[in-house]
């Protein structure tokens, strides 16, 4: 089984779609083994995001991610990097194809509903910066 980092993000939070992208996990098969609403500080955030840290765009970056608590999950299922990756659709809510989640509840490249490791590798190492082991179960 294969585990993933989901953070639902402020638009998600703000606009109380955070119910409406749970369900439709679950309804996918996906199994929760973490969740957890944080407010993410700006070091965490500089380390989570360090792949685009230096790039011009990325103090609004903070700024939004960091503008309210967000909701940390971690997911597991079979292939499941990729099937969230499916479900949310691309970064850009504006491209996104007809019926996923961005598509329908995001609103550009940033305000897109929710965060997900683009990996198995990088879902490793974000769940772990995310969570500690006592705060994932399984059942």
């Not at 955070?18 to 609403?37: H, P, S, W, Y």
């Not at 609103?107 to 490791?117: E, F, I, L, P």
């Amino acid at each position: 089984m294969q585990r993933s980092l989901i953070l639902l993000k402020p638009d998600a939070v703000t606009k109380k779609l955070c119910g409406k992208v749970i369900a439709r996990f679950e309804e996918a098969g996906l199994v929760i083994r973490g969740v957890k609403m944080i407010h993410l500080q700006p070091a965490l955030l500089r380390e989570h995001y360090a792949h685009i840290a230096d790039k011009p765009f990325y103090p609004e970056v903070e700024k939004f991610m960091g503008s309210t608590p967000v909701i940390a999950l971690v997911l597991e299922g079979d292939d499941v990097v990729a099937k969230v990756r499916d479900m949310l659709g691309v970064t850009d809510s504006r491209k996104a194809a007809p019926g996923t989640i961005r598509s329908e509840l995001g609103v550009d490249q940033m305000v897109n509903v929710a965060h997900a490791s683009d990996s198995p590798e990088t879902a490793e190492k974000e769940v772990k910066r995310f969570f500690r082991k006592e705060e994932l179960f399984d059942y």
